[in-house]
């Protein structure tokens, strides 16, 4: 007979590799995280500061100029009339995407492993959001008329025309900065309350306290909270889908060789999933380092987000083979010659960037010592955040070429247009050092519940 008896070892968490690693206990893990807020702030994150600020300051003078002369100082023409405002935008919007995939779905799908990266992830999504947010106002030309996207009543009676994808971009996006800042300050609580409850001095325990809530760990506070926790998991999770697909409407409802598309919507949440987890090897690898972290972000967490680059790096390169293809099937000849145009045109070199970037390079993490080497994982994660940003160029200007042969031009990006790129990362390398000096950057409550000592029968024998 088969002996049906199961294996009571083939399925144990203790016999994967631990997400906890150094023997670290509960308190080991609060000290931790806790010790980076609390010891006394290194002159390295001043002068990081002092840099961010100064880009912060370059986007600031870059928007006041464009306030008073307007959007001729961008390189835009007759027919490139977005340039690399929406560019930017789409980029910063993929970039904000991780966050709550790891936060919410792999949540609702039980996957532990996002504990160590999840607040990260999700502090860096708001700041992403920020910076995407900028551009929308700012692109339209006249910022001090930015109010009229929004359906509020107003002196001049005026409406904002709902069938315009660009009014579904303001709705989807405040949607989901909305939904992510109240699930990242909703799993915040627990670990701001246990910073208030560590604080040394009288400001940091107001501050603190305020920001807790009055948590006490009591029994009512964690039902409250994980079902809190749960709901706005399940609220988040349709908007990963949601929000780049209503921004992928913006160049799919129109009527253009390139853009008119169904693999759109699809093409850009893959993208987007993409581009944002890149961003979070890219900045996790170096604060793990410098944070002494590796113990709680360890080389099993960086493995399985190498994982999900490298199968939404394999969907966005079937993506781009399927444009050619729905191209060449679909016999109109204004629409190969529009990817035609993409690859072998004025801006082939910006396509083929784009290909060896977000295609082969993610390739690489077939390989196991590929996923499993920092240093590697690092060169690979840039390059895919500067091929996903010449993905949304290209998108954006190789219908350079249209309908009318007279009205063909080159575009080329101003001091202006550059200044204000660089200017958004000084916002956002300014919210992550603030967030980073002053919260804890892992969720010390969500860590300790993976942890063998959570198991109310931890060392029992028996």
Known sequence: ???????????????RTPLVQGGMDFKDVSHAVCDISERKTPKIWFLCLAAALGGLGLLKTSILYLIWEGTG???????????????????????????????????????DWRTGVNRFAEAMTLMAVACAGVFPGIHIGRVWAAYWLFPIPNQMTLWPNFHSPLLWDVFAVSTYATVSLLFWYVGLIPDVATMRDRAKTKYRKIAYGILALGWTGANKHWQRYEKAYAILAALATPLVLSVHTIVSFDFTVSNLPGWHTTIFPPYFVAGAV?????????????????????NLITIRHLENMCKIILLTGTLV?????????????????????????????????????????NVISPQFFWFKWCRTNVVFMFIISIFVNIGMWFERFVITMTLNNDFLPSSWDYYAPTIWDISTFVGSFGLFFTLLLLFLRFLPIVAISEVKNCMPEADPHHGDNH
């Not at 007979?1 to 016999?15: E, G, K, V």
């Not at 993409?342 to 970037?357: D, H, K, L, N």
Request: some cysteine; overall charge negative; hydrophobic content about 55%.
């Open 1 to 15: 007979m088969i002996d049906m008896t199961l294996d009571p070892n083939a399925d144990n968490p203790a016999q």
């Open 73 to 111: 100082i961008w390189g835009l023409n007759n027919p490139t009339y977005w340039g690399w405002a929406i560019v930017n935008f789409v980029f910063w919007v993929g970039i904000g995407h991780a966050g709550t995939l790891i936060s919410a779905i792999l949540f609702l799908l039980r996957q």
């Open 274 to 294: 993409f581009s944002g987890f890149a961003m979070v090897i890219t900045l996790m690898t170096v604060v793990r380092h410098i944070y002494k972290l590796e």
């Open 317 to 357: 390169g079937y993506a781009y083979a399927m444009e050619f293809f729905i191209a060449w099937y679909s016999g109109v000849e204004f629409e190969s010659y529009a990817f035609i145009n993409r690859a072998f045109g004025q801006y082939g070199w910006a396509y083929f960037i784009m290909i060896g970037c």
